[in-house]
């Protein structure tokens, strides 16, 4: 049985995509970012919540900011990347619910008014539209190199504040020479599903 999407696209969003470790000195430019939120904007999320935020990392000062947050191995690969994203959920996104989700903006306070419940529900839900940016970087006919290889506290304390927590920091651009390790293994169908 075949998928509706072309088998070129399959390829470009997951079969050939790998995370990338190299990039050439090509920019990312803003229209670019632009188009790939206006994409992955609507992947699915509990009660539409959007506690995605994303910080790009362009000048020069911030990029050397951010690179002494992160751990040894990724700093090289963060230094030379065309652009970085710091992608974060925001914890007070229920702020945001009564227009998002208007046909029950009571969820706001029905659901979010507590501080740890907003905090799981951001976190999972920020964690989705960190996999579907991912994806939109693919998307875009980009790679992306996503880490979580930093110092949360530091990277917090330099970029964002206490409402905000760091998912990831992901280098963007077009793959460069050596690029990514081969393709990992993964588990097949029968290691996953279970029919009941």
């Known amino acids: 049985m075949s998928l509706a999407l072309d088998p070129a696209a399959q390829d470009l ?13 090509e920019p990312v430019t803003d229209e670019q970012v632009q188009a790939i939120y206006d994409l992955v904007k609507y992947g699915p999320t509990a009660f ?17 900011r951010l690179v002494q947050h992160m751990a040894e191995g990724n700093r090289p690969k963060t230094s030379a990347a065309p652009l970085v994203a710091i992608l974060s959920a925001d914890n007070e996104f229920h702020e945001e619910l009564p227009a998002l989700f208007p ?7 029905a659901f979010f008014s ?35 290889g930093y110092d949360p506290a530091g990277l917090q304390k330099e970029f964002l504040d206490d409402d905000h927590t760091p998912l990831m920091v992901v280098n963007i ?6 690029a990514w390790f081969p393709r990992s293994p993964r588990l097949s169908y029968e290691d996953v599903v279970t029919t009941v």
Request: proline share 8%; glycine share 6%.
């Open 48 to 64: 539409n919540q959007s506690p995605l935020r994303v910080t790009l990392v362009r000048s020069p000062e911030a990029r050397e």
């Open 173 to 178: 651009g077009k793959p460069g020479e050596d």
């Open 114 to 148: 507590e501080r740890p419940a907003r905090e799981q529900a951001a976190l999972l839900n920020a964690t989705l539209q960190a996999a579907y940016f991912i994806i939109g970087v693919r998307a875009a006919g980009l790679a992306a190199g996503p880490m979580t």
């Open 13 to 25: 969003l997951f079969r050939e995509a790998r995370t990338a470790n190299t990039f050439t000195d």
């Open 103 to 109: 046909h029950f903006p009571q969820a706001k306070d």
